[in-house]
């Protein structure tokens, strides 16, 4: 995959860094990512440090074509010192959005079940994935120089030890103290010359070697970590996926409770109207006997004269 950004705007992403190097960590705080607006800021300045550390990947990827094509002492020793204060910067970004993304994970998970959390989760998912890919790129770019360094080390040594086996090769590059091999061969008179440019050659790819290493550990632990709040982040998707289901199921069980109430209250509310009805019929007739019988209506008068 290639990255590459307008200078315009790589400029000012690093113009912004160096004037907000402390900048940063006062934004870290007095930012509220629990609200809307605040959260979308969090993520577009993460986005734009994702874009500079590709960028510095580019840097990086550079000096060291330029320190595999260089024989000059002076100029190896400052690719090497431009090479280490990049990586260092890169570093120290990289945990910038490490911590970053944490915050945000941290504020999303406080939040109650709602639909922006949802929509939070999926773009907290979308930035880490993204600064994913970005180490896995390092990553891979610096195992593949450390292959080429090793590559040119191993051609160096055999020029002043042909004969040297592959485990002789792999055990001067791999150690930590200078090659006796060059040593002895300073000793020929003959191949003095030759045996300190080597030397010197090789200890320089050597540390140069030492440094990919211990960059690709931190990359790998970084990975680590970012991969160990993939799995965490997943349990919270989980937590939420169920506490929306058991939501909807009680929201379904209580209009179904609902339904029923209102059943048995239109039920209730028929049987009062019956009974007002009845009651209502009741003493109407009650009220019609005693009009009868109380002013001698035809039939009552007659029936007490019989007698």
Same mark, same amino acid.
């Given at each position: 995959m290639s990255y590459s950004f307008s200078r315009d705007r790589i400029n000012e992403l690093r113009s912004s860094y160096r004037e907000g190097g402390n900048q940063y960590e006062l934004q870290e705080v007095t930012t509220h990512t629990d609200? /809307?607006?605040g959260f979308f800021q969090e993520v577009d300045r993460l986005k734009n440090e994702i874009d500079v550390v590709n960028y510095e990947v580019d840097q990086i990827e550079n000096l060291h074509n330029n320190a595999l094509s260089s024989f000059n002492e002076q100029? $190896? #020793?400052? /690719?090497a010192r431009d090479l280490e204060r990049i990586k260092g910067e890169t570093q120290r970004r990289n945990a910038t959005i490490k911590s970053g993304i944490q915050g945000l994970e941290s504020v999303s998970a406080s939040l109650p079940v709602t639909a922006d959390t949802q929509m939070r989760a999926t773009q907290i $998912?979308?930035? &880490? #994935? &993204?600064?994913i890919d970005t180490i896995q790129r390092y990553q891979d770019m610096e195992r593949n120089y450390q292959m080429k360094y090793r590559q040119r080390m191993e051609r160096q040594i055999r020029i002043v030890k042909p004969d040297a086996s592959q485990d002789e090769v792999d055990n001067i590059i791999d150690s930590d103290r200078p090659p006796q091999v060059f040593a002895q061969s300073l000793m020929s008179a003959g191949r003095q010359v030759q045996a300190k440019a080597v030397l010197d050659e090789v200890q320089t790819r050597h540390d140069d070697i030492k440094h990919i290493e211990r960059t690709i550990v931190e990359l790998h632990q970084l990975f680590m970590d970012m991969s160990m709040m993939i799995e965490q982040q997943g349990q919270v998707l989980n937590t939420v996926e169920n506490n929306a289901d058991q939501t909807a199921e009680q929201v379904k069980e209580g209009n179904s409770y609902i339904g029923k109430a209102i059943k048995s209250a239109r039920a209730t509310r028929a049987k009062k109207w019956c009974c007002f009805f009845l009651c209502i019929g009741i003493c109407v007739m009650i009220a019609i006997l005693v009009w009868w019988f109380a002013f001698d209506h035809v039939g009552v008068n007659t029936n007490q004269s019989g007698k």
């Open positions: 609200d /809307l607006t100029q $190896s #020793k400052q /690719l $998912s979308a930035i &880490r #994935k &993204r600064f």
